[in-house]
């Protein structure tokens, strides 16, 4: 797979849905970007609150923006708060460093997009978005630190 497509990303967002259910997760929202930041797909399960959407692309769009997912980005807020803070100038606003927003790989390792999730702790989407992604038969690389 080269590209991400509209089916794929439709996928994703369904199995993040089912996989946050089969957790009992809060009401979860799921964005998905392609490889340049385009939103592909967006959905708000009922009884999610009303930022959510903005905060889920916004993980999303860190970590494509910096390629690295934003387990990452959290972890450069607390070390770099003055680079998180000029990043968000330059980016609008647009970043969220917070765990759940995962770059999605092809076997290759090539990037193709990234899904974002907020709803729940910021682990448990991460974890949503970690089994949507493995389920499609994708990589997922939340930025986890060893």
Not at 2 to 23: D, F, M, P, W
Not at 96 to 114: K, N, S, T, Y
Not at 121 to 128: A, K, L, N, V
Request: aromatic share 2%.
């Amino acid at each position: 797979m080269s590209a991400l497509t509209l089916k794929v990303a439709v996928s994703l967002t369904n199995q993040a849905i089912s996989a946050g259910r089969a957790i009992s997760a809060a009401p979860l929202t799921i964005a998905v970007l392609d490889a340049g930041g385009h939103l592909l797909s967006l959905q708000r399960e009922d009884g999610a609150s009303l930022l959510r959407p903005d905060i889920a692309i916004g993980k999303a769009w860190g970590a494509i923006a910096l390629g690295k997912g934003s387990r990452l980005l959290a972890l450069d807020a607390q070390q770099r708060p003055a680079f998180i803070a000029a990043l968000n100038s330059l980016g609008h606003g647009s970043v969220v460093p917070a765990p759940g927003g995962v770059l999605i790989r092809d076997q290759r390792g090539a990037v193709l997009g990234a899904i974002g999730i907020s709803g729940d702790t910021s682990d448990i989407d991460e974890q949503c978005a970690i089994s949507a992604i493995e389920a499609q038969g994708l990589r997922a690389d939340a930025g986890v630190v060893a």
